[in-house]
Structures are given as C-alpha cells and as structure tokens.
C-alpha cells in the first residue's frame, strides 16, 4: 500500500483516487463536487476490503474469535475518528449519515417532551414546551432544518432563525436569544456559500441564555482542523462520504453529560441494558443509540480516511483548499455574466465556490460542464431558504477536496465561459 | 451534431427563449403548481375546459414557469401542442411525449461494459435514443425535438415538468374524466 507520507495536496494524492483517471464524454473527469460527497482513496477500500476478508463478523455480540476481533476494529475505528475530531471514544456516535444524526437529536426533544424518556436520568433538559424556541440560520442546509420544524409540530415550541446579510454572511443582529432559546443550530460551514458563522459568538450568546448548541459539522470536519471539544459545542453531526470515507457512517459527537441524559432514538437489539416482556432498560451512551448490528466496514473505512487525512495533515489541506478557493474566485469573476454568490474573499470561508451565470439557468449550465467531463452540483443544494434569501432558484456549486488542483478549477472557468458563449450563439 | 446539440436542439433554445402562450389567463377551470424538488423548478399552470365528458376541449393552457431550458421550452410546446385538442387527444400527446423522454436507468455493469468498445454501442444503444416508432405517432415536430432528453436521466423531470401539472390540472379540472386522466401516470 503506498503511503501518502511527505506527499502533497492536488496531484500528489489524486494517483490514489483510482476514479479521477476515469474518462467522462471523452474528457478527463474533473471532479468539483466533493460538498455533495468525496472520491475515496485507495487506502480507505483497501482498509474495508482487509476487514471484510479477514475479520467480518457481527459487533458486540458473540464470543468467537472474529467476533471479538471484529469488536476491537469497530471500537478501535471509533477512537481513530474522536481523535481526529478532538472527542472521546464514548462521546462518538455511528449513524447511518449526519441527517440521521441530526434526527437522533431532533427526536430526543420530541420523545423527551411527550414524557418518553426511557428512565435515563436527566432528560428533562430535553424537553420543550409551548413558549420555548428553537434558533437556526437561514444558510442551514434541509436536514439541519427540517427536522427542527418537525420537532417544533410536535412540541409546541417556535422556530426563529437568524438571518442572512446581502454579502451571504449570518446576521447577527437580526435575531436576539432569550431565557426562552432552548436550542441553537446552526452550520459550520454553508454548504453553498462556503461561509463558515461566527461559532463562536453565536455559542456564547447560546451558552448566556442556557440553550444547547448543535452543529452541523459536514462541510467543516472533512476540510480543516477541527477540535470539538474547543469549540465547545453540546452536539455535532457529519458523514462518513464527505471525508473520503464510506457511504452509509456518519457520525453524531455528543459531550459526555449531554449524550447520558438524550432519551434514545431507534430502539431494538444492542442499545440495551435489561429487556423484560413488560418494559426495558437502555445502555450508556454511545451503545443506547446504536441499535442493530452496525456498520463494521464503513467504520473501519473512515478511520482509515482519518488516518489518511491526517498524514496528508488538515491544515495542508484547508491552505490548498483556499488557494483553490481563490484561484476559482479570481477565474470567475471576470466571466461576462458570472456573479458569485457569498463573499468575494476566503476569508471565514471554505472550499466552496457558488454561483449563478445571467441568463442561463443552473441546469443547462451544468450540462455544458457535464460534457467537457466536469461534475458540479447544479440546483439548490438541499438549501432552499437560502436561494429564496439570495432571490435565485438555483446555483451552480464546485466543491473541492485534497485531490483537486488548480488546472481543474482552470478547466471549470474554461466551460463556464463555453456555456456563456454556447446559450449565448444563437 | 455533438450531444449537447443533441439535447438543445434549436427548437428546444428558440422555445426557452420565447415561451409560447406563457402569462396565466383568466377565465380558467383549474390551477395547478408543481414544483422540481431537486432543482427548484416551478411552474403554475392553469387549464380553460370548453364541454364535458371525452368529447371535452382544452380551450387554453396558461403558465408561469422559471426553470431550466429543457423545462420551459417543454412546457412552451406542449401548450402549443394540446391548446384546442379533445381530452383523448391530449392524453394521448402526454403518452407520447412521456414515451419518448423516458429512458431506462443503466445497471453499474452496463457502464463498465462500454470501457469495453466491442460492447459500447450496444450499450448506448439500450441506454439510449427513444424509439423511432415514438417520434412517428408523437405527430409533432417541435416535441420530436425532446428526443436527447431520453440520453439524459436527470433531464427527464425537466422535461415532465409541465406535462405533469397538465395533467394534474386535468384531475382537477374535469373529475367525470379521472379515471382517463390518471390512467396516464
């Protein structure tokens, strides 16, 4: 296996990526939609692949010998990925994807509220009443959102959000908290704009009004350095897929106190303590929220893509994902009929470039790059509150990872100015 | 003629650049809105029926529609297409229409095989073209030009976009006919 050691982000490490030497349309791929999900290196199959071959059995659950080796790689995969995001072991949780996670929470408050508390200790902090709000922003991608809106129908609290300035910046000012705030959640890093709100004023104004803070970790954990434990967050999801790692894992990080007192979400086999005919009892965190056997590969895939992420080293990689970022900015602007979306400069910002060409709509625009082998996202991105904020229907999204380099965001200017000219001729 | 010029064909642009009969217009029997809830694209969509039973006429399609080209200009031509025609007629149009954009979804394998060139054409063939047979009954020129939509799977819904809500401002507008109606989804 080749080792990524002393290599470099761009072409150093895209010989792992075995997809980018594919051919799309008769063109060379050139991939710019790692915000949606990322291309994964050979060392993350390969790590999978070992697993599968060597030591697959069901976790947590029987007394053989690849029962137990399989226990030790899913447990050993957890304590990889919390220091890679600067948790503990016991404060990660598996889930199927960050939506997922982000519905474990949101279901907490509701299963909380309606008195379901499972006999764990201190869930009250989890209910919500008439009366009480729940704080998001106007950037939040739909799983950070929706399901908020799902647990104020069931409570009878009220979703308030903070807005968005006309540069795509969070509006600090056009909200207040109040004793009444029980939660704010909010996003890292927009998934469009590439934006990243200022966590830390928004988590001190929560932390004075006593109202839990919950991130929406996606677009940030996969693309710099992240230590939850200093940003001090009470919860935080991302997935597996963004980080080169597997689909189907994602992850829900929980401070220690907060995860002991969530009511749990699925419920079935794993996440529990004692099961009578009548009622049962409910395991520590993190096994109360992992119920079913669970998703030993892709775990032991994106520890792999941690270890793999952290040679090539976190900050090498948000540094070359804003040169990149930059370089994008400073190719797109001059194209007739190109505004870009968000602020014009990398500043709080990550790898994401976004932005709409007059007079062509997104789609047909991505169809132009589709062709000349580029893949962008094109619509609103699963952020549809803020297209409406930013009066536009739709986008067109390049995203990047450790793999791209600048001659991709080269080749995105060219075919961008190739769909301007080709909905322009006629 | 590359495959871009394939899926924009010049009737399909010269449609999404000037939408015919767009604006909503009064009087009406039945508003519809539908929405592209991938992409954001919208159109509302109203239906004026003249008479009842099958013998019942589409006397206007009016809309209001932003999207992507594909989905104006399909929108455009089918107003252009069924404004006039009896009930059987116009669900016979969707039917065509329908037929000739839909596209089989192509297996990993079948994608893998055409690295293999000895089994390319095959498989573009099978992913491919709609049936020539289609374009003969569809019995009109500009929605022939919808015919590289079926190249395309993520296309398919910007093409059904405003054949859809006419359909839905069938159901709506003309429930004797429901049965009919639906029979075509």
């Known amino acids: ?426 | 003629m590359s495959d871009l010029d394939d899926l924009y064909r010049e009737v399909i642009l010269d449609h999404s650049r000037r939408p015919r009969g767009a604006g909503l217009r009064d009087p009406f029997s039945a508003e519809v809105y539908q929405v592209n809830p991938t992409c954001g694209d919208e159109v509302t969509l109203r239906v004026r029926l003249d008479g009842t039973g099958p013998r019942t006429v589409l006397a206007d399609v009016s809309y209001e529609s932003q999207g992507c080209a594909i989905s104006m200009a399909s929108t455009s031509v089918m107003a252009q297409w069924v404004t006039g025609a009896e009930l059987p007629e116009v669900l016979e149009a969707y039917r065509a229409f329908q037929r000739l954009v839909a596209r089989r979804p192509v297996s990993a394998q079948a994608v893998s095989a055409q690295a293999d060139a000895a089994q390319a054409d095959a498989a573009e063939a099978d992913a491919g073209a709609a049936d020539p047979r289609d374009l003969v009954e569809l019995g009109d020129d500009d929605a022939a030009a919808f015919a590289g939509v079926a190249k395309y799977p993520a296309r398919v819904r910007c093409a059904m976009l405003g054949w859809t809500a006419l359909q839905q401002a069938l159901l709506r507008g003309q429930p004797d006919q429901s049965g009919a109606v639906a029979a075509t989804a």
Not at chain 1, 376 to 389: E, T
Request: glycine share 8%; proline share 5%; aromatic share 6%.
């Open chain 1, 1 to 426: 296996m080749s080792s990524p050691v002393n290599r470099t982000p761009g072409q150093d490490v895209a010989v792992d990526f075995a997809i980018l030497s594919r051919e799309v349309n008769g063109h060379p791929l050139v991939y710019l939609d790692s915000g949606a999900t990322s291309q994964r290196p050979r060392q993350v199959l390969d790590a999978e692949r070992r697993f599968v071959e060597r030591q697959n059995a069901a976790v947590h659950r029987g007394a053989h010998t690849l029962a137990g080796e399989a226990t030790d790689a899913y447990e050993a995969a957890r304590a990889t990925i919390a220091t890679f995001v600067g948790a503990d072991p016991d404060e990660i949780v598996f889930t199927k994807n960050a939506t997922e996670g982000l519905n474990l929470v949101a279901s907490a408050f509701v299963n909380a509220s309606a008195g379901v508390t499972g006999g764990v200790v201190g869930a009250q902090r989890f209910t919500l009443r008439p009366g009480d709000e729940i704080v998001v922003t106007e950037m939040e991608h739909h799983a950070n959102l929706v399901p908020w809106q799902q647990v104020c129908a069931h409570t009878g609290a009220t979703l308030r959000w903070y807005g968005v300035t006309d540069e795509g910046r969070l509006d600090l000012d056009s909200i207040r908290l109040s004793e009444r705030t029980k939660v704010v959640a909010l996003t890292h890093q927009s998934n469009v704009l590439g934006v990243r709100p200022p966590l830390a004023e928004v988590s001190a104004r929560a932390r004075e009004v006593g109202a839990m803070v919950v991130l929406d970790a996606c677009q940030s954990v996969p693309h710099g350095p992240v230590d939850l434990h200093d940003l001090g967050v009470d919860l935080a999801a991302f997935s597996g897929h963004k980080m080169l790692g597997p689909t189907g894992i994602g992850i829900l990080f929980g401070r220690r106190e907060v995860l002991a007192a969530m009511p749990p979400f699925l419920t079935g086999g794993s996440m529990i303590e004692t099961v009578r005919m009548d009622a049962s009892t409910f395991a520590a965190p993190p096994q109360r929220f992992e119920a079913g056997v669970p998703m030993a590969s892709q775990a032991v895939g994106l520890a792999a893509a941690c270890d793999y992420l952290t040679t090539i080293g976190m900050a090498a990689i948000e540094e070359h994902e804003r040169h990149l970022t930059q370089t994008a900015l400073d190719a797109l602007s001059p194209i007739p009929g190109v505004r870009l979306l968000g602020p014009i400069s990398t500043d709080d910002r990550g790898g994401i470039v976004a932005f709409v060409l007059d007079g062509v709509h997104a789609h047909d625009v991505g169809q132009v790059l589709d062709s000349a082998g580029i893949a962008v996202r094109v619509g609103h991105h699963c952020a549809w509150p803020l297209h409406r904020r930013l009066g536009i229907p739709a986008s067109i999204r390049a995203s990047f990872h450790v793999y791209n380099d600048v001659d991709d965001v080269l080749a995105l200017a060219d075919a961008v100015d190739s769909a301007r000219r080709y909905f322009a001729a006629a």
